[in-house]
């Protein structure tokens, strides 16, 4: 994946559409695969699926006060990924931020990063990302409650994270972190936070739909780069 536009490169019997955009690499496949031709990465940055079955309409149950958005329904979340790509994932980066990492067999950290969405109803209160920082626990506090939501994300996946929750955690890694690879990107909110940090990103997203939304989103964050710096000069 070497221009900008869609791309299809074979990976063995299947071929998948690679998208290059500025310093953004995004692959439409799972990451098993492409794995393997994934280079090491200096942070790992990613909220896997849990299988919780999130993504099957499951959101609809949950609000009374306002009809909820449908996002669709599918199987994405109906199991979690496997403990061995898991693992090959940890050993293919320096750095590591997991948001569901509670949800896995991971080492024992100093540092979980804790999200708390201020939220009420039956939604949980915080999630938290496992990493492999060496600092204590770090807590950040963005409303996303239903409709009532801190900045201007416009939600079009149901496990969405708000930009600035992920321009947060990508600021914890050490300064001289260049990467970010997202194995599940989802709508690329990874992505658009990187960009935001002046990292490269690598995407990787099985879902058609979310990978052209995360191409969009992406693609628009650096227009508004561009304008920003037309308009200064």
Known sequence: CTLHGNTTIKTGRTAMKCEKIGNAVLYNCKIEEILNKIPFVDALVTDPPYGINESNKQNLSRENKAKPKDYGCFDWDKEKINQDTINSLILNSKYQIIFGGNYYVLPPTPCWLVWDKQNTGDFADCELAWTNLKMAVRRIYWRWNGMIRRGKDVRVHPTQKPVGVMTWCIEKLPKETQ?????????????????KMNKGFIGVEPNEQYFEKACERITEAQRQDDLFYAVGQ
């Open 179 to 195: 990467t970010i690879f997202d194995p599940f990107m989802g709508s690329g909110t990874t992505g658009v936070a990187a960009h």
